[in-house]
């Protein structure tokens, strides 16, 4: 049924007893084209473009719960294309402009909205390093302007001007970038997917690869059986590690736990996407009205889907000294993601070496805004054996020939990215 | 977390540096003769600085006690419940051993 | 004119009768005592409509008496100091109280945005996924803004928060949370056994539900009771009771969050006091006495004001002595909501009838019917009749098939109790499911913690005080505590019997989540929609997002779905508990770390006299350096700027290194362990001498740079730059302790022990004689070039002298301890004024190194080489170092990487930005054409124009090209040519003279 406000109403008459399911609850066959192990944003947005854009319908997305329950359904759900680097600039935007026409493509409200996102700086050097980043996104067609303070004031005069550590001194604003309904995304590409013919298997695990006497992988063991395959995908984000070691594959990433934050609902308060220059705190306002926000990871190895106290506080403090009008909103909940962390800061997509298995990985805190492009370019790696041309530079074995793409420059120190 | 320093006592997380896996080992220094290094020391770098286990689960880790006594500490650490197992200081931490080879 | 307490019982409740207060609501002047709080206050005034719900904006009333209340929240104080979404059941009421309900425009009684329930049909879960698609632009600009004009709850003040938050630290053998029956018979087992016990209540009042309950203890009426044991508690020097207090969370390692709200039940806080404190307790042992939350029954009209949890209503009628209504009707599942009657009844209210779901009667509540004179209905209630500002009866499924009608004001119900399992479930324990008891109990809880009482399922006050007796003293004993706890207080044993009943239905909305208006209906589409998983229907229909977190909703929605597909309730699960278990103010969580106390401030050593002299400084990390002295006459940085360098440049100034890090390298390997480190040689470096050195991280790019100098034969001191002081001793350390423990070195950083002055200029000599000693030989010979050796000063002091230079001119660094650098500037300066001596800023620093070349942050960038920094031939090839087997990889040596070159607008008027991209001449602007940027930039008065330094393609090569710098967000696009980094005294003379 196509979703709009006349399929709404229509629905409202029969007292919405209609609606068929969102996607099927689909049952494993024996043998797809492709598996895509992850029923993440990630995932199901690789099996709706091998669908959609190259007419491989036969795919599996194989969930090891329910789908979204990865880092798709704990993010902040900022969506920017703010990046400086080869490599990153062009695909961001990539992936920007496929957010900007998600709804129409999926038939579905994933409420992406672009109010913006401003990313505060406090001293020269950092007003230089954004000077670098803003022209670099200019130069390559994307939207960018370096605010003084006063503009900066003008947008958002509840931050703190008057007796901060570290005085505002601008901004640099990207006004196409925003937030968007997490888990929405999940489901919308599910539902798009779903129609195309791509079957959502939930709560199957993947428990190992099945190889051919090449090595070839030809399919998966699962909790629900064994599935062949003529390739497998990984979009694991959170068990990239774990799911290459069945595999019999060490990658260059760490996995760290990220915590995040959400208070109560409160009246509309902040226009758009705010990052702190001088501690670790940025923040956005759902439209359901809570402040999300968080900071820094943690810092140490975690599988464990919580943090500790001294982030929380950290955060806290980033954002009392940024807007002390916020020392009375009360946080609601805390959670921890796990962030696979590559050793440069930057995501994997690649063919690995094992023939027939794809690696999708590393997004360390940024996967949510790459979704449709990650989607994008992993179908065309699947589909055509050669990497879309937006994804070319993140290469497994660019460590080895160190052509890392660090933005933040800390190098293999996964923690510091 | 809190972490049981053995020079300055149980302290809360915040005060330590974490560095990562203590399993792998620095391919050891070599005798430089005109710049050629050691057979295979590409290899043995690309894995000791980027390869990692990454196990859910026990782990041997190095922190470093920044805001305290500046020791290295290898902790015997779980990343799936955060329990700290054992907390030993590295070779070279504490007091100076003169002469020590 | 304050209205007369309408509703307040002539006797009993735990209020001060003597001590009336006056507070606001909605601008209406009302009074209540101290002791209540503001739901009871407004009980006690006969007030029912209270707030608005967040998506229908219907109208609620109060339904619960405690800290889970989704419905009765209220902006609380005013101006800066407003707060949004308090719970009107947990604020203390204070003398001037005044509190506005939200969600609601233009008044609370006549809320506009009600439509939205006339909308319900068409506003049902997840509508929003489904439309508002068309036309794309409208999201923004239409449907989003008046969504997120209709969401939200309460209004905050928009100002900074005026009020203090304080962080402490506690440590215990044993944490108890909560002091109900259970906590307080475990605080006493495990404070008589000698173990140090902290007892954390979130009430005003220790005693949990016996201020509500009543009973008997130990043959006393609970209320004696409960003041002996606090008396008891009070007197055991090992025990500590904190009131007030929230434990929100549970960390790893035995750290448990807490809030106490020191002085919310004051209008202001008292002067240097804050108006709260953020525990970090560390404990052994934790008790969870907790107890349980109250859960709501679905069925058509739920909602209504009027419609109040059983438990609530005995809280209001008991402890606060208001009445709820006049006649009361409760619809129960089990024995508990019968508590209620029998409260309602003492009280002297009107009982109108009982109906309860279940079939048998106990003798107890036949004989309780017929004194009390009410019908008890076996049935369950299908509709509330009534208006928005309460209820006026209620109408009944008989379960023989028959129905009836009552009157009734107040409608009480009891669908059974929830365990408090959040603290329990805060490390991914999933609880566990008692069918005896219709509710889910701990499970996998953090190591060291226990539940008991109501928290653990064991309901009756007898079980409260017996298991928490039995976990205080399992927790002290297992810690090694051998005292005698004494006997478990004893009570009654009393039924608890349930029978679950979740949902009835009816015609109208039933709701499960009163503040997001989830209905069983919503949990039946999302069902129909695929979203069975618990996960999912929480996010699809936002079950359990409210301020209560599901406190509430949970269990009641994930029954319900577990009807619908048909699974047990085990099977169909729970959402994940996360803390904070209570909401906590983010000014808590930051304390006093805001404003200008946001971080430390690092002064350097000359700062005060820096400041006397009119400085303006600038933050670089903690440091506050001195970024320029203006003199008389100057208005704008760059005049003055231009006079410091160029008084270097000609005569002398000096210039606070203090802040570039400083660490002492001692031992008999400090010269093989330095070698390791520094990509160039320091074994081989005289005593006596300096040299600049480079360090690679371990995968082959630059981490620092900085002069190391070797002071004798086992001791190098080196230095870092002014950001990499922390990072770089942490690293070297790392090599010292774990990669290299062989190595006899030791390393102690004394960045802070040491200032340091730059002197440069011609005439650094002159100024250095009156000074130093004069048997000190200044001289090139006697001190040459990257020469370093202490000194005698004029009147005996020593300090270090290192012939080194950042600005290119002959210059010395002097260095003393600290605690002399006051001096040391003053000296400078009254010695230099002969020859007319200036102290220098960061910004001049800046231009003197840009114009000769040297690199600097904006450089080190951690993605350059030592080749892209020109600084490729230090890299020795007759030893091994860090770094230098990666820094050989391809795309690491490949010769088209991007390398420091010096830049300068072909038009010298122009301006040159850090942050414009070089872009070749006569090409099109584009991401294949981008072939580099500007690093450094600085208006050089030698050479009077502005200058720069850049990252360039090929940049070497290059030398001369004129090529294009595009800064297209400045607006900007302009030539400049390709020149040597090094622009003034290219030869090095002047440093060397």
Redesign the interface.
């Known amino acids: 049924m196509k979703y709009s406000i006349f399929s709404l109403a229509r629905a409202a008459l029969s007292g919405h007893k209609n609606w068929p399911r969102t996607w099927r609850d689909a049952q494993p066959k024996s043998h797809y084209d492709v598996v895509i192990i992850g029923g993440g944003g990630h995932g199901l947005a690789t099996a709706y473009f091998l669908a959609h854009k190259y007419g491989i319908r036969n795919v599996a997305v194989l969930e090891k719960g329910w789908i979204g329950s990865g880092n798709a359904g704990r993010n902040t759900t900022i969506v920017r294309s703010n990046y400086m680097l080869p490599g990153n600039t062009g695909f961001y935007e990539l992936s920007m402009k496929l957010w900007e026409r998600m709804e129409q493509d999926l038939n579905y409200n994933t409420m992406m909205s672009q109010r913006g996102i401003v990313n505060l700086y406090h001293s020269d050097a950092q007003r230089d390093a954004y000077a670098r980043r803003g022209n670099v996104m200019r130069i390559n067609g994307i939207d960018a302007e370096l605010l003084d303070q006063a503009q900066v004031r003008k947008m958002m005069p509840f931050l703190n001007f008057d007796n901060a550590r570290f005085p505002i001194q601008g901004g640099l604003l990207q006004r196409r970038a925003g937030t968007a309904r997490h888990d929405a995304v999940v489901w919308g590409y599910a539902h798009a997917g779903d129609r195309l013919g791509v079957d959502i298997i939930q709560n199957c695990e993947v428990t190992g690869f099945t190889r051919d006497q090449n090595g070839k992988v030809t399919g998966v063991e699962t909790s629900r059986g064994a599935i062949g395959a003529g390739k497998v995908g990984m979009a694991v984000a959170g068990n990239s590690s774990r799911v290459a070691a069945m595999a019999g594959m060490r990658l260059p990433i760490e996995s760290h736990v990220l915590q995040a934050f959400v208070s109560e609902a409160i009246k509309p308060l902040i226009p758009g996407v705010l990052t702190f220059g001088a501690g670790h705190f940025y923040v956005s306002q759902s439209d359901k009205g809570g402040l999300v926000f968080g900071g820094d990871i943690d810092g140490y190895n975690s599988y464990a889907q919580r943090g500790n106290m001294p982030v929380m506080e950290d955060v806290c403090e980033g954002g009392m000294a940024l807007m002390p009008m916020i020392g009375r909103v009360r946080l609601l909940r805390q959670w921890g993601g796990i962030m696979d962390m590559s050793m440069d800061g930057t995501p994997i997509i690649d063919r690995t070496p094992i023939d027939g298995l794809y690696l999708n990985a590393g997004w360390c805190y940024g996967g949510f805004k790459a979704t449709p492009g990650s989607g994008l370019v992993f179908a065309h790696l699947i589909a055509t054996d050669t990497p879309h041309e937006e994804a070319k530079r993140f290469r497994l074995d660019r460590f080895q020939r160190g052509a890392m793409i660090d933005e933040k420059g800390v190098g293999a120190q996964p923690n510091l990215h | 977390m809190r972490i049981a320093c053995p020079f300055c006592g149980e302290r809360e997380n915040g005060e330590f540096t974490y560095l990562g896996d203590a399993k792998p080992k620095r391919p050891a220094m070599v005798a430089i003769d005109g710049g050629a290094g050691a057979p295979g020391e590409a290899e043995a770098f690309y894995d000791y600085v980027y390869l990692r286990d990454n196990f859910a689960g026990e782990m041997s880790e190095y922190w470093y006690h920044g805001g305290g006594c500046r020791s290295w500490l290898v902790i015997e650490r779980n990343t799936l419940t955060h329990d700290i197992k054992s907390v030993r200081a590295a070779p070279g931490a504490g007091a100076a051993k003169a002469g020590a080879k | 004119m304050a209205s007369a307490q309408s509703n307040r019982l002539a006797k009993g409740g735990l209020i001060d009768r003597n001590a009336p207060l006056s507070f606001t609501f909605d601008g209406k002047a009302m009074i209540g005592y101290a002791g209540d709080t503001l739901a009871s206050a407004l009980v006690a005034n006969g007030v029912t409509l209270v707030g608005r719900s967040?998506k229908y904006h219907r109208p609620r009333g109060i339904l619960t008496a405690g800290p889970e209340e989704p419905n009765a929240l209220v902006e609380l104080r005013s101006g800066a100091?407003?707060?949004?979404?308090t719970k009107a059941t947990t604020a203390e009421l204070y003398d001037g109280l005044d509190a506005l309900s939200q969600n609601r425009w233009p008044s609370l009684g006549f809320d506009v945005m009600s439509v939205n329930s006339l909308l319900s049909?068409?506003f049902?879960a997840g509508?929003?996924?489904?439309?508002?698609?068309?036309p794309?632009k409208f999201?923004?600009k239409l449907y989003?803004p008046a969504?997120?004009?209709a969401?939200?709850?309460?209004?905050?003040?928009?100002?900074?928060?005026p009020?203090h938050?304080e962080?402490a630290w506690a440590h215990c053998d044993v944490l108890v949370v909560g002091s109900g029956p259970a906590g307080l018979a475990a605080a006493l087992a495990a404070g008589r056994t000698g173990a140090r016990v902290i007892l954390a209540e979130e009430d005003r009042l220790a005693g949990g539900r016996l201020n509500s309950d009543g009973g008997e203890i130990d043959g006393m009426p609970a209320g004696e009771w409960l003041a002996g044991a606090l008396a008891e508690l009070e007197a055991l020097p090992n025990v500590r009771i904190m009131t007030r207090t929230a434990v929100f969370?549970v960390?790893?390692?035995?750290?448990y969050?807490a809030l106490e709200r020191v002085n919310d039940h004051l209008p202001v806080p008292p002067v240097h006091q804050p108006r709260q404190r953020?525990w970090?307790i560390?404990a052994k042992r934790c008790v969870v006495a907790a107890g349980a939350i109250e859960r709501p029954i679905v069925f058509s009209g739920n909602d209504r004001p009027g419609v109040m949890m059983a438990s609530a209503v005995r809280t209001y009628v008991e402890r606060f002595a208001a009445a709820p209504g006049k006649r009361l009707a409760l619809f129960t599942n089990n024995d508990d909501g019968w508590k209620t009657v029998e409260a309602a009844h003492r009280a002297g209210i009107e009982i109108a009838a009982v109906i309860d779901s279940r079939k048998d009667l106990s003798q107890h509540h036949r004989a309780l019917a017929q004194s009390g004179g009410f019908a008890v209905h076996n049935g369950v209630v299908v509709d509330v009749k009534g208006g928005k500002t309460g209820v006026s009866g209620v109408e009944i499924a008989l379960a023989n098939g028959g129905s009836a009608q009552i009157a009734a004001d107040v409608l009480a119900m009891s669908g059974g109790w929830n365990p408090s399992v959040g603290l329990s479930s805060?490390?991914?324990g999933r609880p566990k499911w008692r069918e005896d008891i219709a509710a889910f109990v701990p499970e996998g809880a953090p190591?060291g913690m226990l539940s008991a009482g109501a928290a653990n399922g064991d309901f009756s006050l007898s079980a409260c005080l017996r298991t928490g007796h039995e976990a205080g003293l399992a927790a002290a004993s297992d810690l090694g505590f051998k005292g005698r706890a004494g006997k478990a207080p004893a009570a009654s044993d009393e039924a608890i019997s349930i029978s679950p009943l979740w949902h009835v239905e009816g015609r109208k909305k039933g709701f499960v989540d009163f503040q997001h208006d989830v209905t069983a209906?919503d949990i039946a589409?999302a069902q129909?929609?695929?979203?069975e998983?618990v996960?999912?229907l929480k996010?699809?229909t936002?079950l359990g997002?409210?301020?209560d977190?599901g406190k509430n909703s949970n269990v009641t929605g994930l029954a319900i779905m577990s009807e619908l597909t048909r699974r047990s309730i085990p099977q169909t699960g729970t959402t994940?508990y996360?803390?904070?278990h209570v909401?906590?103010?983010?000014?808590a969580?930051?304390?006093h770390?805001?404003?200008?106390?946001?971080?430390s401030?690092r002064l350097t050593p000359s700062h005060h006299w820096a400041a006397e002299r009119g400085a303006v400084f600038?933050?670089?990390g903690l440091w506050k350096r001195a970024q320029w002295y203006p003199i008389a006459g100057e208005n704008d940085w760059l005049t003055s700027v231009n006079r410091e360098v160029l008084t270097v440049r000609n005569g002398v100034g000096f210039c606070d290194v203090s802040t570039l890090g400083k660490i002492d390298v001692m031992?008999?390997d400090a010269g093989a362990f330095l070698d390791?480190v520094y990509i160039n040689a320091f074994a081989s470096l005289a005593v006596g001498k300096a040299r600049y050195g480079l360090m690679l991280?371990?995968?082959?790019?630059v981490m620092d740079d900085g002069t190391t100098s070797r002071l004798a034969e086992d001791h190098y001191f080196l230095t870092t730059t002014t950001a990499k002081a922390?990072p770089v001793?942490?690293y070297l350390?790392?090599c010292?302790?774990?990669?290299?423990?062989?190595?006899?070195v030791?390393l102690t950083?004394c960045t802070d022990q040491w200032a340091q002055f730059s002197i440069a200029g011609p005439k650094t000599r002159d100024l250095l004689r009156e000074i130093v000693d004069p048997a000190e030989d200044l001289s090139n010979e006697g001190f040459p070039f990257m020469g370093v050796r202490e000194v005698r000063l004029r009147g005996g002091m020593f300090a270090r002298l290192f012939r080194i230079s950042f600005s290119g001119e002959m210059a010395f660094e002097i260095s003393v301890p600290a605690r002399y650098g006051d001096a040391m500037a003053r000296n400078l300066m009254k010695a230099g004024e002969p020859f007319g001596v200036v102290p220098y800023g960061t910004e001049a620093l800046g231009v003197m190194r840009i114009e000769k070349g040297h690199i600097a942050?904006?450089e080190l960038?951690?993605?350059t080489t030592a080749d892209d920094l020109g600084l490729g031939k230090m890299m020795?090839?007759?030893?091994?170092f860090v770094g230098?087997?990666?820094a050989?990889?391809?795309?690491?040596?490949a010769p088209d990487r991007q390398v420091v070159v010096g830049l300068k607008p072909v038009d010298k008027a122009r301006r040159l930005?850090?942050?414009?991209?070089i872009i070749p001449k006569g090409a099109a602007?584009?991401?294949d054409t981008?072939q580099g940027?500007v690093?450094?930039v600085c208006h050089s008065p030698m050479l009077g124009q502005w200058i720069g330094l850049g990252l360039v393609e090929r940049g070497r090569e290059r030398i001369g090209e004129i090529v294009r710098a595009?800064?297209?967000?400045?607006g900007e696009d302009y030539y400049v040519e390709i020149c040597n980094p090094v622009f003034y005294d290219p030869e090095g003379g002047r440093q060397r003279g």
Do not use: C
């Open positions: 967040f100091r407003r707060e949004a979404n049909p068409i049902v509508f929003y996924y489904k439309t508002f698609m068309w794309a999201w923004e989003e969504i997120r004009r969401a939200g709850l309460g209004r905050t003040s928009g100002i900074a928060d009020d938050y962080k969370g960390y790893d390692g035995g750290t969050g953020l970090r560390v805060h490390h991914r190591a209906s589409l129909r929609e695929g979203f998983s996960e999912h996010r699809y936002t997002m409210a301020t977190q994940i996360r803390p904070p909401p906590v103010a983010i000014g969580f930051a304390g770390h805001r404003d200008e106390n946001f971080h401030v600038v933050d670089t031992g008999k390791r991280r371990e995968d082959g790019i922390g001793m942490q350390e790392f010292r302790q774990v990669l290299w423990p062989e190595l006899d030791q950083s942050g904006a960038n951690g993605t020795s090839k007759k030893k091994d230098r087997v990666m050989g990889r391809e795309a690491l040596t930005r850090s942050g414009a991209h602007v584009g991401p981008d940027y690093t450094s595009h800064d297209p967000l400045r």
